[in-house]
């Protein structure tokens, strides 16, 4: 009934989205302490990020420059002037009783995202982003249940590991723009070095903003806004947006509240139930009490500065696809592949295709052998065992037809476990690299002895030499079949 309700109604869903991504520094945004995820518990703490009485805050430099860079990423703009503000509320894990947020000053603004329109692939979507700005993170509670007895342990090691959350304007109108944009969003951060945005471990969290707009005898209805958290996967953020809309509609059917009727309520998504839950409802922000923090000075941003990390910026995602497609000739699907796997993949792709000047044969190589082994092997490119320039001049020896594709992959196999050249691997292989004049006098003895191929073939059925591709094969194993075969139809048009 719903479904039908809103096809038979004019109804936009309004989405605009909150991003949380924890930056990629060494150090928390106001002390020294590791920001790195995964120690034990309280182990990362000092008396600035507890918040002791005393303890003074220092600005991590790291932490303004990657939100720059980001800022810069998503098309904003990089006021000289910003600030730090608390932000006040009480939770068990914020020691301080605040939080140092930025409020009316924050380090970007006013940007945009293009995304690809998931309804039309051709045409693109500009996505608003109202703001970036910078924020220390709170600790994480965690509720258990051990033997029956429910049970919250605290760990601080997150309190002040520095967050960029970026707001978007509610330019977003279902749940596939929802995923393109963070899909686009999560692309440039990681590209960039910014943040490993990995959703399991909290580096990029998501709320999102919904409400529909309903067209009632031509004039625009507007529901109440909800905001929906708690959602681990770019799938739960579908969901939940999918399961908001609907049940939205069924609300106003049923009570006919608007946004002028209702504040903005806080709800929570449940993965298992697949259901939004009532959470809150909506502080203001006034309720917050932001004040300017005492303890930090305004910062000011040089040009020079700004210009300097624009310089510094490696390539944006989008624009080394289009590099790829129009330096090494690839397709739009595999450009795509490769820069989804980040940006050493793609110094890594480059490099091979240089080395054998076969950017085909390397992009195939690249999608399938490598990134196969890189999966199996739950490594990064990094620690690849078959170097670029090896794969390289192995991809080389293949266009060259010194050697078929089967041999290459035994090499390739062989390096992946031997530290080897390329020269060495196929010598330890028994590998030869088959003379032409040799498959010339195999591919005539392989003729006189079957004078009905040649007829066959003279006849019409070509595919009739693929009997002596076998038999060269067998008589010696280094011949490459795709020369023997143009070595045979060569010699029976002779
Ligand atoms: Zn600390």
Known sequence: MNANFIMSHDVTTIIGLEVHVQLKTKTKLFCGCSA????????????????????????????????????????????????????????????????ISQFDLPICADGYLEITDPANPDATRHIGIIRAHLEEDAGKSMHDEVAGKSDTRIDLNRCGTPLLEIVSQPDLR??????????????????????????????????ANVNLHINVDGKKVATPIVEVKNMNSFRAVERAIEFEVERQAIDWQADGLTINDK????????????RTFIQREKEESADYRYFPDPDLLPVRIPREQVEEIRKSMRELPNVTCDRLQSQHGLKQYDANVIVNQGP??????????????????????????????????????????????????????????????ARARDVFN???????????????????QVDSSEIDTL?????????????DVRGGKVQAVGSLIGQAKKKNPNANPQQVRETLLRLIGE
């Open 174 to 207: 279902s749940s596939a723009e929802v995923k393109e944009y963070l899909t686009q969003l999560k692309l440039i951060l990681t590209h960039l070095g910014i943040s490993d945005c990995e959703m399991q471990e909290g580096s990029l969290r998501v709320d």
């Open 443 to 455: 591919c005539q003895e392989l003729l006189d002895a079957n004078p009905n191929v040649v007829d």
């Open 344 to 405: 050493q993949l793609v110094a890594y792709f480059e490099r091979v295709a240089d080395v054998s000047g076969d950017a085909k044969r390397s992009s195939s190589w690249v999608q399938q052998d490598v990134m196969r082994t890189l999966k199996e092997r739950d490594m990064v490119i990094d620690e690849f065992p078959v170097t670029s320039v090896q794969l390289g001049e192995l991809l080389k020896l293949v266009s060259d037809a010194k050697l078929d594709n």
């Open 36 to 99: 790195e995820f995964g120690a034990s518990p309280n182990t990362q703490v000092c008396p600035v990020c507890l918040g002791l009485p005393g303890a003074l805050p220092v600005m991590n430099e790291q932490a303004i420059e990657l939100a720059i860079c980001a800022g810069l990423a998503i098309n904003c703009s990089i006021p000289e002037l910003t600030k730090w503000d608390r932000k006040q509320y009480f939770y068990p894990d914020l020691p301080k009783g605040y939080q």
């Open 263 to 274: 504040p903005k309520t806080t709800r929570g998504w449940d993965d298992s139930k697949e």
């Open 414 to 432: 062989y390096l992946l476990d031997k530290e080897s050249t390329v020269e060495e691997a196929i010598k330890s292989l028994g590998i030869e």
